[in-house]
């Protein structure tokens, strides 16, 4: 009977990454050789180092956890504690007095001031400013509030003081510097050479040919009254400056 040959195929080593021949005594061979050793070695250490990684990232995320829950738990109390005190009435929290706790915005209120105060977070609130600020700098913008009110005050107090001591002065010559020349040097005054010589030139204009009348439309007689208007308001609020007529 004729025998056959049969191969016997490769054995693959996972820690070595290479192909042994596939009968007992080659592979006896290679495990009990160095460098297979140190490869097993090698791999059984670095599976340790990343089992203790994973049980440390463990720990730390459960210690973790616990902290959270813990300021969790305080944060709680205190805030238990704060809301029982402010339906008890209690002012302890108050920086001061006159504080009154307002119900409906859930902080303290000074009606002298108009300061708002929270006792969580220790910050005042003005509306002036509009934000949330420091005791300093909330007590300042609220005197600057204040002196600006009786700066404001005060010039409105003085003022009838003028009204009241005007017409005391009764005749006699102007208490000022009396203003000899108008105020536009362009505008000519009443009596003057210029005024005159402007009335000899008008005169000596040539009349117009035809005697037809000029249709003036509704827009340019509105704007002749507005410019004679405006014309004689000038001449009424530069007659006291010429020192033609007398205040009294």
């Not at 700098?137 to 700066?151: C, F, I, L």
């Not at 006699?172 to 000899?200: E, F, H, Q």
Request: aromatic share 8%.
């Amino acid at each position: 009977m004729t025998e056959y040959w049969v191969s016997q195929g490769n054995k693959w080593c996972d820690f070595c990454k290479i192909f042994i021949s596939n009968n007992p005594f080659s592979i006896r061979t290679h495990e009990l050789g160095k460098r297979h050793k140190d490869n097993v070695t090698k791999r059984l250490a670095t599976m340790q180092k990343e089992s203790d990684a994973k049980d440390k990232e463990q720990q730390q995320a459960a210690r973790a956890l616990q902290q959270i829950e813990a300021k969790a738990k305080k944060s709680y109390q205190k805030d238990l504690e704060n809301s029982q005190r402010n339906v008890d009435g209690d002012t302890s929290a108050a920086p001061g007095d006159g504080w009154v706790f307002d119900s409906t915005s859930g902080y303290y209120y000074d009606k002298s001031t108009g300061l708002y105060y929270d006792s969580n977070s220790g910050f005042y609130y003005s509306d002036g400013l509009g934000k949330w600020v420091t005791q300093e700098e909330a007590y300042k913008s609220v005197t600057t509030s204040t002196t600006n009110v009786g700066q404001s005050s005060t010039s409105q107090t003085k003022a009838p003081a003028s009204d009241t001591t005007a017409p005391t002065i009764k005749g006699g010559p102007a208490p000022g510097r009396v203003v000899t020349k108008p105020l536009n040097p362009m505008r000519p005054i009443k009596g003057t050479s210029s005024s005159s010589s402007a009335v000899a030139v008008t005169a000596n204009k040539r009349k117009r040919e035809d005697n037809k009348p000029k249709v003036v439309s509704k827009e340019e007689e509105a704007a002749l009254k507005a410019r004679e208007a405006a014309r004689k308001r000038m001449e009424e609020r530069e007659k006291p400056l010429m020192g033609l007529y007398k205040s009294y």
